[in-house]
């Protein structure tokens, strides 16, 4: 018996009577850094050029500047505005019908009800919910050595898009996806949310199941410290933090308040479109091969004993104690690792036993087994479509209230237990030193439940709200008020402006937690309004922009990129929601198909193909290309924020991916029906569409010369009368007299050069 085991059967019940977990006394010198001060109320400052101020965000900018003897610069023209601003609610570019009826509004109010407008469309949320699920560590798989599917993951996702959408608050928002099961567990939305704790890279072949628990309770530790608190808490895992004063005793109170949770992939889900087809398909498949399972079934029942002795002989000793126990009599920790084994454990599992045996009557079983699997391979076709599922994954509490216990590990070893702990928050980040309640019932700890509370508490957590509305900040300006987005602790960066923080959290919360107004007043902003030009005196006064005298231009991010390509060439499928997507990917992208590991099938339903990049499967051990070359989120751990790489591959795949040549061919096509035969009104079209502006003299001259030089280079590889050359597709109309397919092949190619240009990538 392993001294966890030992720990275990020695641990305390937790009576239903509620915990009151009471927290120590904060030294006095952490207490003065300023992210961990109660929220301040601030004046709006006093500034000169009060005529540029259009929100009280602007004072508080502008205060700094003229501290500096500097001027903000001068506003966007009106195209620029609505491409930047379209970009950054919807992540995609505005039509060229849309940019010309905001330019022609005259209105006082027009840039109210463009802003209004951006956030009241559907789009929103689905530029916003892919922010979060970066937070969320979101994947359709589970990743490690087999990387299997989740088919249940894009609920959660879907959950996040339209919880923005809705302009849930904040507060609900973090309470759902920390302890949406236990404190609302009849609601369906509320179990999906937790999928923020559960969607954690997971390894399905893990032998320990101890050290697996762990693992995962560890994950969210961490992830919840990051996400909510910009806390780098998981640094007091192996030792007292070195910055922060977190002491590795309260590292572990705070992993205890996972202690008990655990996943469940088999919740039943309410009946909808997905499942009623889901089960249509099953019922099918099943009835086809119900013959062939019933005979494989048999084989291993011939074995069943031994195949199952065999299964629990690859644990480790603590494992097997566990599985092997009976029910009645397991303790908090048995009931885990039976949890555990329930998800992943298969009758593949058991067939195992077959491969490993040395029995000739074996050997005859695994050639009859295995001659059934082959069978039963040819009804794939019939079986639910990919990712689809009748069923919701949730991290619950498995219908009791005594939580594993949780000790304090010496150098963060599993091995090395010693003093046992309870719940509880870090001095250091307990603003008002609130008295935490516990309250079990007869189904939970209820210690999720408490630590949502303290999370989504202004009073008790100002981290919160000033971590969440510079996250929400960094994302229109390229980086935060503090920059250091995920880390407020001592190591991480001081806020530039921290009036301006205060006034916006202060704001934030008396909003209602609204994430829609906080977005609003920033793009209403004089700041936000500001042009992208250079300036010398900037330059050389703020090299890194920290003052905000200028709006910074910022390449693109990956599904920036791809969705307004979509948009661009008039194909993007804007159905939302459901089951994940699989566009093609290059034949060259799947290197190894080991157990399936890299089954990355194309949708049968080609229109999939243009969904937003939202929707795409996100496999760990593989992640779509065009994506991932363009710094596309890891889904491994919490993804703060994007990088912007500038890499050679980059322009490689916008000039060479088939994808990108297919939509810019569909762009020509589009270019040249709504355009017409005149050759500058296609320009001008091409420019709108890409660019939100007219080309001036100069590049109407290049397009010219680059037209007429690459027909010329396309006629002389050709042997006389053929043309095997990309033509543009869906025209509409004929857009010249003569129809010269070399023309028109030299448009596709002009097409697919001002899509691959810094200008059309970049955010200005």
Same mark, same amino acid.
């Given at each position: 018996?392993?001294? !966890? ?149 894009? =609920? ?33 939305? *509320? ?118 002795? +065999? ?86 509490? !498995? ?39 516990? *309250? ?25 709200? =000033? ?87 910022? =390449? ?15 194909? !993007? ?128 001259? *290049? ?9 010329? *280079? ?37 097409? +697919? ?12």
């Amino acid at each position: 018996m392993s001294v !966890l085991k030992n720990l275990a059967r020695g641990a305390l019940s937790l009576s239903l009577a509620a915990v009151t977990v009471v927290f120590a006394a904060d030294p006095p010198p952490a207490r003065a850094w300023w992210a961990y001060q109660p929220l301040a109320s601030v004046g709006v400052p006093e500034v000169k050029h009060r005529d540029w101020v259009r929100t009280p965000i602007d004072a508080f900018v502008l205060a700094k500047l003229e501290e500096k003897q500097l001027q903000p610069s001068k506003d966007a023209d009106r195209a620029a505005f609505i491409r930047r601003a379209t970009l950054d609610v919807w992540g995609v570019i505005p039509t060229p019908e849309e940019v010309d009826a905001f330019v022609s509004d005259r209105s006082p109010q027009a840039y109210e009800k463009l802003v209004d407008g951006l956030l009241a469309s559907p789009r929103y949320g689905e530029r916003q919910g892919r922010r979060w699920l970066d937070l969320a560590r979101y994947a359709d798989s589970v990743g490690y050595t087999n990387d299997e599917d989740r088919p249940n993951a894009w =609920r959660y996702r879907d959950y996040v898009i339209a919880a923005f959408n809705d302009d849930k608050p904040y507060d609900r928002f973090i309470r759902e996806q920390i302890a949406g099961d236990e404190l609302w567990p009849e609601d369906q939305q *509320a179990l999906i949310a937790t999928g923020f704790l559960r969607y954690y890279p997971d390894d399905s072949n893990s032998r320990d199941l101890y050290l697996k628990k762990y693992d995962n309770t560890t994950d969210m530790t961490d992830t919840v410290g990051t996400v909510f608190l910009a806390q780098t808490v998981g640094c007091a895992r192996c030792h007292n933090h070195k910055v922060d004063r977190i002491s590795q005793k309260e590292y572990f109170q705070l992993q205890a308040f996972f202690a008990n949770t655990s996943a469940r992939d088999d919740i039943p889900a309410a009946k909808g479109t997905y499942e009623l087809e889901y089960d249509k398909q099953q019922a099918i498949w099943q009835e086809a091969t119900k013959d062939i399972r019933a005979q494989r079934k048999a084989v291993l029942d011939e074995v069943r004993a031994k195949a199952e002795a +065999h299964y629990i002989s690859r644990f480790l000793d603590n494992t097997r104690d566990s599985l092997n126990k009976p029910e009645e009599q397991w303790t908090p920790d048995d009931r885990w690792v039976n949890n555990r084994n329930k998800i992943y454990r298969t009758e593949g599992n058991l067939a195992d036993y077959l491969e490993d045996s040395q029995d000739p009557a074996d050997k005859e079983r695994l050639a009859r087994y295995k001659a059934l699997n082959d069978q039963l391979k040819k009804f794939d076709h019939l079986r639910p479509k990919r990712g689809t599922s009748n069923s919701i994954s949730a991290i619950t509490e !498995l219908g009791h209230p005594e939580a594993p216990a949780t000790h304090l590990l010496f150098t963060g070893s599993l091995d090395q237990p010693r003093d046992e702990v309870q719940p509880g928050i870090p001095a250091i980040l307990n603003v008002s030193k609130k008295q935490l309640a516990i *309250a079990p019932t007869q189904t939970s700890s209820g210690r999720r439940t408490a630590l949502a509370g303290f999370i989504a508490d202004s009073t008790s957590s100002p981290l919160t709200v =000033r971590v969440y509305v510079n996250r929400v900040w960094a994302q229109y300006f390229g980086r935060g008020i503090v920059n250091t987005v995920s880390d407020f602790g001592r190591a991480g960066e001081e806020p530039t402006h921290p009036e301006l923080l205060e006034y916006l959290a202060n704001r934030f919360v008396a909003d209602g937690w609204s994430t829609k107004k906080l977005h609003r007043q920033i793009l209403l902003s004089s700041v936000y309004r500001q042009s992208s030009a250079y300036r010398e005196d900037l330059q050389s006064a703020d090299p890194d922009n920290k003052l905000l005298g200028t709006f910074p231009r910022i =390449r693109l991010d990956a599904e920036q990129i791809r969705d307004s390509l979509l948009v661009a060439s008039g194909k !993007l499928n804007e159905t939302r929601g459901g089951p994940s997507v699989f566009p093609p990917i290059p034949a060259t992208a799947v290197t190894d198909n080991r157990q399936g590991r890299y089954d990355w099938r194309a949708s049968v339903d080609e229109s999939d193909y243009n969904r937003r990049s939202v929707y795409i499967f996100t496999k760990r051990s593989q992640p779509y290309p065009l994506l991932n070359t363009f710094d596309m989120a890891s889904a491994d751990v919490v993804h703060s924020k994007r990088e912007t790489t500038t890499t050679p591959l980059q322009s490689l795949v916008l000039i060479n991916s088939d994808a990108v040549f297919d939509w810019s061919r569909a762009l020509a096509g589009r270019v040249l029906s709504e355009a017409g035969s005149k050759q500058s009104e296609q320009f001008e079209r091409l420019y709108r569409i890409l660019y939100a502006r007219s080309p001036d003299k100069f590049e109407s001259n *290049a397009l010219a010369q680059f037209l007429n030089q690459q027909e010329a *280079a396309i006629r002389a590889q050709l042997p006389s009368g053929q043309f095997a050359v990309a033509l543009p597709v869906g025209l509409k109309n004929d857009p010249t007299p003569s129809s010269d397919p070399v023309r028109l092949a030299a448009f596709v190619d002009l097409t +697919h050069s001002l899509v691959a240009a810094n200008e059309f990538v970049y955010r200005y």
